[in-house]
């Protein structure tokens, strides 16, 4: 592939600047690297904290975008997952490889980690390049804008979900991309979905009870009954006493965003009797084979509107309005 090919990008210049579209030179791979035709790419709030300054850029203008399904043309096949079909690119980009946390299984923690679509161009292109070792051969049948949301909402819920242990009661705080996902796995696995929506959203909450949860309620709400376990998506510290108060004694509160308002002070009592408040962190390698694996049993059905490469922006804009339910899929 000649060098004076180009194509077309999304990319953004800094903090509080519009997606600017741009023409960009196709790049060729290196050494380990795979260059993906992209036929998809999922929309994430971390874009919207990206596009915010609230989460940091490295080296910008950058190629926002970290749920990348796309055909390998050039460069080495995918590390993880089964070959000869679509790929998948997730968030974690790259890791160092010898740190203590690389070391134990915890490469989501290395503090040399670089993530895709924001210290390495991402997929709100028509092309983008990776680093095989990182990148997932997806189960076959997987069409690219039903995957491309299982790349970050889907991951780093399971994620999360992983953290509730083998809670039966489960409150989703946030009923967005990686929530509608979760619901699916979660009734899948035979627990009991609570459902917690900006107050009034009526469409999200019907969304919910029609995905398997077997209530749906505002974030403020008290729920029908304690809860084992909380993932909150919605990235509001306002809500973490409150989902503390909803949960069961040795329950587990898990906050699952890159990104969080100020937690609120609140009473010891709501920690007492043994109840944790823990994030979760990026992904690993073993969290997208396993939930890689897992979907097709489900089977997950991603609720997707659809957008342009020249929409990325609008489509950024209309998940800060909570203007679609589910996931934003850009399609090159
Ligand atoms: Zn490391
Ligand atoms: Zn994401």
């Not at 070792?133 to 804008?145: D, N, Q, V």
């Not at 909380?230 to 108060?245: E, H, K, T, Y």
């Not at 489900?298 to 804009?317: C, D, F, I, K, M």
Request: contains cysteine.
């Amino acid at each position: 592939m000649g060098s004076l090919e180009t194509m077309r990008a999304m990319v953004l210049d800094g903090p509080g600047r519009p997606l600017r579209e741009a023409r960009l030179p196709i790049p060729g791979p290196g050494p380990g690297q795979t260059l993906i035709r992209v036929r998809a790419c999922g929309v994430c709030r971390t874009d919207l904290h990206l596009l915010d300054g609230e989460v940091a850029l490295t080296d910008p203008p950058r190629v926002l975008g970290h749920q990348i399904v796309g055909e390998v043309v050039a460069g080495d096949r995918p590390g993880q997952g089964p070959a000869g079909g679509l790929v998948g690119v997730p968030w974690l980009g790259w890791t160092c490889g010898v740190c203590e946390y690389c070391t134990s299984g915890r490469e989501n923690l290395c503090p040399r980690a670089r993530f895709t679509g924001k210290d390495i161009d991402g997929g709100m292109a028509e092309y983008t390049l990776a680093d095989a070792r990182y990148c997932f051969g997806l189960p076959a049948g997987l069409e690219p804008i039903q995957a491309a949301p299982l790349l970050c909402a889907g991951l780093i819920g399971y994620r999360a979900l992983r953290m509730c242990g083998d809670a039966q009661t489960l409150g989703l705080y946030g009923f967005g991309a990686a929530a509608h996902i979760l619901a699916q796995v979660a009734v899948w696995q035979g627990r009991r979905v609570f459902a917690f929506t900006r107050a009034g959203d009526e469409a999200a909450q019907r969304f919910a009870l029609d995905l398997g949860a077997v209530w749906a309620g505002a974030s403020e709400d008290a729920p029908p009954e304690q809860l084992q376990a909380s993932i909150l998506f919605a990235p509001v510290g306002d809500l973490v006493p409150g989902a503390l108060r909803a949960t069961a004694p040795g329950g587990t509160v898990v906050c699952g965003g890159i990104h969080m308002s100020d937690i609120p002070s609140f009473p010891y009592e709501l920690l007492w009797h043994e109840r944790s408040l823990r994030s979760v962190a990026n992904l690993t390698r073993r969290d997208g084979v396993e939930l890689l694996e897992l979907a097709p049993q489900v089977p997950v059905r991603s609720t997707v509107t659809r957008y342009e490469l020249a929409e990325a922006g609008r489509a950024l804009e209309d998940l800060r309005a909570g203007a679609f339910t589910g996931a934003a899929v850009i399609v090159p």
